[in-house]
């Protein structure tokens, strides 16, 4: 039995202003959203349309899109323009494009899974560039400008309102740098991406006027900044040094990893990064900044034992706040816009839960046809906690639990106007590593809450072997097939543990934990809701997808002012059988914990899939929101 003392007492109410006793709030945008990877096998069009055609992967990123909502907003898949396939040059010499496979992908991303693209403009479509060296400037432009005109006649230009543009990814690297790019062929190509941005037209037509083109930000160099071995990178910030006001990237991005896998490497290696090149040229201090590789260790496909289990999510939470905590320094990462993580690849044998993903990938060969399953690993779960987090939030605390080790505390909050809010929600971070003779951490949290009604608490935990698949499927031998039950049995652990809930009725109210017995790390995330917090809204866009035969992938689409006070969802199916008729609704998630937007349905005892779904919420106040819409499945 876990141990872990909570303790809520009341306390008179004291009113204040976004603070809880001496700590300020500050508007916090969820800067750490985006995911990324490289598609595995050739880099031209046939390789990678069919890497990102393949139902492995799109499964994948299904189930990425999956998390809680604001969890993931953006991706940013290297060579994703190659999926438009150059056809042939017109009269005048101008290259003429099939967008049909570019336009599948990007159908696929929007509609289905609502995610935007971070499109890196590299690729060397059918050759036109690097046979046409004296044209590739032109080119470049033309490109560019098509791309986005093309998108905005089939869609409209709301459609490409958060995509993010960026450059050449890693251009000083030679495994990238695909076109030969010369300092001066460089910096060309960046400001011909420029130009190419800013005269893609907005083609709305609106009561017979043409609106002006919309301004597109242009992030880059997507850079190592080693030293001068990366002429190119360095050369584009010298270029915009000199002259600001006409540099063709607006937000400076750039690539930090860890070296031994830690947060503080991350974040210390950015900082040392940034405050070089401000010392080399401070008129960049004008340009936000991005680390859109922000990940604990290089090359994601190296086989590493944290990257499996909870201390990998750890990892990860702990990147974001000590990044919050720089930012708030107003130092070197003063105008940190975003951070993204490399961790969207497909993780394949015998390295299932290794590999830098966020979930395990097991290639299921003897079944007729072969499929592929997918269970969540702890850093997804870990996503999904962040996504709770409030609109504005305090600078990180340290709460000592012995001579060596501390406890970081993230507090945020949302809505409210006199008050801290009607929402708070804090994580509480374990260290990373500890000694086997930890003390007993002890520590008063006051849930400052100004609020006219009742609130309630939930909180959940993120903790070894309890919510960890990776230890559950090394108990049983770590089969390359598993069997239905242990993959129930994986998913069972794959999302936060539901700790404790129930009502705070009074102002305010003191949390007391005691963390003395939990295994290290951990991660607690506490909630607290105001009733008069929006209530649950109707789950939208309900979508079955087929994993293999009896087996479904079940989704759904949250509200994003909605679902903090969320408990869990019940998925409800009602069968239908070979001669139509329907049997009862039943709740096929009787049991489960799913406080994220999915869950895998696979019947026993050759139960069928075919039938009728739909999905309600449950919040701490133990209300439902209205049922999804029902939609009826039907295996083929």
């Not at 390789?47 to 499964?59: C, E, F, K, Q, V």
């Not at 190419?196 to 083109?213: E, H, I, M, R, T």
């Not at 936000?288 to 034992?305: C, Q």
């Amino acid at each position: 039995m876990l141990s872990l003392l909570l303790v809520l007492t009341t306390f008179a109410r004291i009113h204040a202003h976004y603070t809880s006793g001496d700590v300020v709030y500050h508007t916090m945008p969820h800067f750490w959203t985006g995911v990324g990877f490289c598609p595995a096998g050739r880099i031209d069009h046939e390789g990678i349309s069919s890497a990102l055609s393949d139902p492995a992967l799109r499964l994948n990123l299904r189930q990425i899109a999956a998390l809680p909502v604001g969890a993931v907003t953006h991706i940013r898949i290297h060579w994703l323009l190659e999926l438009i396939q150059f056809w042939q040059y017109d009269p005048s010499g101008i290259p003429i494009y099939d967008f049909s496979k570019f336009d599948d992908f990007i159908d696929f991303l929007h509609e289905e899974l609502r995610l935007s693209p971070a499109l890196e403009w590299m690729g060397n479509l059918g050759g036109v560039f690097s046979e046409n060296p004296m044209q590739q400037s032109f080119y470049w432009e033309h490109l560019v400008k098509t791309t986005i005109n093309h998108q905005i006649a089939r869609h409209g230009s709301s459609r490409l309102a958060n995509w993010r543009y960026e450059t050449w990814n890693e251009p000083d690297l030679r495994g990238y740098n695909k076109l030969n790019f010369t300092a001066h062929t460089y910096l060309d190509y960046v400001q011909a991406v420029r130009r190419g941005l800013s005269k893609a037209g907005n083609l709305d037509n609106q009561d017979g006027k043409v609106p002006l083109p919309m301004y597109r930000s242009l992030r880059g160099p997507a850079g190592l900044f080693k030293d001068s071995n990366h002429p190119l990178c360095w050369n584009l910030l010298e270029l915009c040094s000199q002259r600001v006001v006409y540099c063709p990237i607006d937000i400076l991005t750039f690539h930090r990893k860890g070296i031994e896998g830690t947060a503080t490497e991350i974040v210390n290696g950015s900082l040392s990064l940034m405050a070089k090149i401000y010392e080399e040229y401070p008129n960049l201090k004008q340009l936000p900044v991005a680390n859109d590789e922000a990940d604990p260790v290089a090359h994601w496909s190296t086989s590493r034992e944290f990257q499996a289990d909870v201390r990998y999510g750890i990892t990860l939470i702990s990147t974001v706040m000590q990044f919050w905590h720089a930012k708030l320094a107003e130092g070197a990462l003063a105008r940190l816009e975003s951070i993204s993580h490399d961790n969207a690849f497909l993780s394949y044998h015998p390295y299932e839960f290794t590999q830098r993903t966020l979930l395990a990938h097991f290639r299921m060969n003897e079944t007729k046809p072969p499929h592929s399953q997918l269970v969540q690993k702890p850093v997804y779960a870990a996503l999904g906690m962040l996504a709770k987090l409030g609109s504005r939030a305090a600078d990180v605390e340290l709460v000592n639990m012995d001579t060596k080790h501390s406890v970081q505390v993230l507090r945020t909050v949302s809505g409210g106007l006199g008050g801290p809010g009607q929402y708070m929600a804090t994580i509480f971070l374990s260290p990373e590593e500890a000694g086997p003779k930890m003390t007993a951490f002890h520590h008063k949290y006051t849930l400052n809450m100004s609020i006219a009604n009742e609130s309630a608490f939930i909180t959940e935990l993120l903790l070894p072997k309890e919510t960890d698949p990776y230890y559950i499927w090394r108990q049983e031998g770590s089969p390359a097939y598993p069997n239905a039950t242990l993959r129930e049995a994986m998913r069972r652990a794959q999302t936060p543990r539901l700790y404790k809930t129930g009502p705070i009725w009074q102002y305010n109210s003191e949390l007391v934990i005691n963390s003395a017995s939990i295994p290290l790390p951990w991660a607690m995330l506490l909630r607290v809701c105001s009733a008069s917090w929006p209530k649950l809204r109707r789950p939208q866009q309900l979508s079955i997808a087929e994993v293999t035969h009896r087996e479904v992938f079940i989704s759904w689409m949250e509200h994003p002012k909605s679902t903090q006070c969320l408990l869990s969802y019940e998925v409800w199916f009602k069968e239908r059988d070979n001669l139509g008729r329907s049997a009862d609704w039943m709740l096929i998630s009787d049991g489960w914990h799913l406080p994220y937007p999915s869950f895998q349905y696979a019947p026993a005892d050759k139960g069928s899939v075919n039938g009728f779904y739909k999905v309600r919420g449950v919040d701490v106040f133990n209300e439902t929101s209205p049922y999804s819409q029902i939609v009826e499945y039907l295996e083929l």
